[in-house]
């Protein structure tokens, strides 16, 4: 294995050396130049020394605190945490409907992934609502993900002004701009345009972030066959030149800014173009990507509940269940898509975000193994049932029970013969989204920051029925 990923990492030496990317920005292009970095036009070349000092000066590991302590997100180590799904434009129903999602979805899915234990992250692009205009939707969505939930925040890339607008709101929240840039406390995704390209979007959310010291997660997602290269090899070592041109521009920009390396190498389906995430060649490239971001000792972010499916079924739980079980086993510190994705990340679903956190819960509880010890091996229990007994009753089983053996949330067991099942399946998980819709509250938040941040929102125009 290790000999597989020094060979990628060479082939992507030799990318940045002889092929370059292109950078779409003429301020970052004169940096570069000043930095000695060889630009020709728009094409930078990186040698292996100046890639290898940006990714020697990016933090190993790093937390990104949250408004509430409980909440602070630790990045890299072996460290395993789950975010739920990211950039979807629309949401498919129960009946298999494909609708554009709304700001109302978005509201829904910010008190959901807030209620549930399994994220410390909250906040992006959990849906892309189409009542909202793009020249505001970047602030309403801070807004809302700042006033709905007190976990980390997770930022959106951009416009320069779109996201200055996610900084200047959560420096109302943590103290001003000085305070903001302490610790960091946004988290920002940025996608290069495979293949070995920079936009300008990306590449001002990643001079704003830096400016103000917060992480940035460098994602690429060549498709393998359409911007890649068909063979997995020779995608991931384009993704990976990619990602590690992007963080040497982050430590650039400004050195130590704590990185997330990010590459998500994805396929085609040959027959249509399209992305294809649900298959065992995405698995096997979220495991090639992961050994490398080891290799590096960057944090990494990668995975998910990851489906081609366009509705909830077999085939989304059979795809979602390799997906997350690879990156879970490889150790992926950030698993961005957990929860809800559909459609190759073109459609989000309420009733796959709990099927995904079914899966959640049932891949940790594996992987945490067998425990063997005194009070686990039971030999007094087994002694004093004998040969012939039953342990249904005994005081051991009591003790354990409802700690030991795991219990599905939303599986239908136990039905009578006849019952359509996926029916129940699908009764137990309205019934759970409810519980926790009805259940949840907001956060406390002062009010002279609530004011400030209302403040914020309609001094620039926006509507009110958008401060919610």
Same mark, same amino acid.
């Given at each position: 294995?290790?000999?597989?990923? *020094?060979?990628?990492?060479?082939?992507?030496?030799?990318?940045?050396?002889?092929?370059?990317?292109? $950078?779409?920005?003429?301020?970052?292009?004169?940096?570069?130049?000043? @930095?000695?970095?060889?630009?020709?036009? +728009?094409?930078? %070349?990186?040698?292996?020394?100046?890639?290898?000092?940006?990714?020697?000066?990016?933090?190993?590991?790093?937390?990104?605190?949250?408004? @509430?302590? &409980?909440?602070?997100?630790?990045? !890299? #180590?072996?460290?395993?945490?789950?975010?739920? #799904?990211?950039?979807?434009?629309?949401?498919?129903?129960?009946?298999?409907?494909?609708?554009?999602?709304?700001?109302?979805?978005?509201?829904?899915?910010?008190?959901?992934?807030?209620?549930?234990?399994? %994220?410390?992250?909250?906040?992006?692009?959990?849906?892309? /609502?189409?009542?909202?205009?793009?020249?505001?939707?970047?602030?309403?969505?801070?807004?809302?993900?700042?006033? =709905?939930? *007190?976990?980390?925040?997770?930022?959106?890339?951009?416009?320069?002004?779109?996201?200055?607008?996610?900084?200047?709101?959560?420096?109302?929240?943590?103290?001003?701009?000085?305070?903001?840039?302490?610790?960091?406390?946004?988290?920002?995704?940025?996608?290069?345009?495979?293949?070995?390209?920079?936009?300008?979007?990306?590449?001002?959310?990643?001079?704003? =972030?830096?400016?103000?010291?917060? /992480?940035?997660?460098?994602?690429? #997602? /060549?498709?393998?066959?359409?911007?890649?290269?068909?063979?997995?090899?020779?995608?991931?070592?384009?993704?990976?030149? +990619?990602?590690?041109?992007?963080?040497?521009?982050?430590?650039?920009?400004?050195?130590?800014?704590?990185?997330?390396?990010?590459?998500?190498?994805?396929?085609?389906?040959?027959?249509?173009?399209?992305?294809?995430?649900?298959?065992?060649?995405?698995?096997?490239?979220?495991? !090639?990507?992961?050994?490398?971001?080891?290799?590096?000792?960057?944090?990494?972010?990668? !995975?998910?509940?990851?489906?081609?499916?366009?509705?909830?079924?077999?085939?989304?739980?059979?795809?979602?269940?390799?997906?997350?079980?690879?990156? =879970?086993?490889?150790?992926?510190?950030?698993?961005?898509?957990?929860?809800?994705?559909?459609?190759?990340?073109?459609?989000?679903?309420?009733?796959? %975000? %709990?099927?995904?956190?079914?899966?959640?819960?049932?891949?940790?509880?594996?992987?945490?193994?067998?425990?063997?010890?005194?009070?686990?091996?039971?030999?007094?229990?087994?002694?004093?049932?004998?040969?012939?007994? +039953?342990?249904?009753?005994?005081?051991?089983?009591?003790?354990? =029970?409802?700690? $030991?053996?795991?219990?599905?949330?939303?599986?239908?067991?136990?039905?009578?013969?006849?019952?359509?099942?996926?029916?129940?399946?699908?009764?137990?998980?309205?019934? &759970?989204?409810?519980?926790?819709?009805?259940?949840?509250?907001? /956060?406390?938040?002062?009010? +002279?920051?609530?004011?400030?941040?209302?403040?914020?929102?309609?001094?620039? !125009?926006?509507?009110?029925?958008?401060?919610?």
């Amino acid at each position: 294995m290790q000999k597989k990923t *020094d060979q990628i990492h060479n082939a992507s030496m030799q990318i940045l050396e002889r092929v370059g990317i292109r $950078v779409h920005h003429r301020e970052i292009l004169d940096l570069l130049t000043k @930095n000695n970095i060889k630009v020709t036009g +728009e094409i930078v %070349f990186f040698s292996r020394d100046q890639v290898m000092a940006g990714v020697d000066a990016a933090p190993k590991k790093f937390t990104v605190y949250a408004r @509430n302590p &409980k909440h602070d997100l630790i990045i !890299g #180590g072996d460290s395993v945490e789950f975010g739920a #799904g990211y950039g979807c434009p629309a949401i498919i129903d129960p009946d298999g409907r494909r609708r554009n999602a709304r700001f109302d979805d978005y509201l829904n899915f910010l008190k959901l992934v807030h209620q549930c234990d399994y %994220f410390k992250l909250n906040g992006g692009i959990l849906v892309q /609502p189409e009542d909202l205009g793009a020249d505001h939707a970047h602030a309403v969505m801070a807004h809302s993900a700042l006033c =709905c939930s *007190d976990k980390v925040l997770l930022g959106m890339p951009g416009r320069a002004e779109d996201v200055q607008k996610i900084m200047d709101l959560a420096g109302i929240v943590f103290g001003g701009m000085d305070r903001l840039a302490e610790k960091p406390r946004v988290l920002t995704l940025v996608n290069t345009l495979s293949p070995l390209q920079m936009d300008v979007n990306t590449l001002d959310t990643m001079r704003i =972030c830096t400016h103000y010291h917060q /992480p940035v997660i460098i994602s690429p #997602g /060549p498709m393998a066959g359409a911007t890649g290269p068909v063979t997995l090899a020779g995608n991931i070592a384009l993704g990976n030149a +990619e990602a590690l041109a992007g963080i040497a521009i982050c430590q650039i920009l400004q050195p130590g800014t704590p990185v997330v390396y990010g590459l998500q190498a994805t396929t085609s389906d040959m027959r249509t173009g399209g992305i294809s995430i649900g298959t065992p060649d995405f698995a096997l490239q979220t495991a !090639g990507c992961a050994r490398l971001a080891k290799r590096y000792g960057l944090p990494c972010r990668g !995975g998910g509940c990851s489906t081609d499916a366009q509705a909830l079924c077999v085939q989304s739980g059979y795809e979602s269940m390799l997906q997350m079980l690879v990156a =879970c086993q490889e150790k992926i510190n950030l698993i961005l898509h957990s929860a809800g994705i559909l459609e190759g990340y073109g459609a989000m679903s309420y009733e796959k %975000f %709990f099927a995904d956190l079914e899966v959640i819960g049932m891949v940790r509880h594996y992987l945490k193994g067998v425990c063997v010890d005194d009070d686990t091996l039971a030999l007094d229990t087994i002694t004093e049932v004998g040969p012939g007994g +039953e342990y249904l009753t005994c005081r051991h089983t009591l003790e354990n =029970c409802r700690k $030991v053996p795991w219990q599905p949330d939303i599986s239908a067991r136990n039905v009578k013969i006849g019952t359509d099942f996926n029916s129940q399946i699908l009764l137990n998980i309205q019934s &759970k989204k409810q519980k926790i819709l009805d259940a949840y509250r907001p /956060p406390d938040l002062a009010p +002279e920051i609530r004011v400030r941040l209302d403040r914020y929102l309609t001094d620039l !125009g926006i509507e009110r029925n958008f401060l919610e």
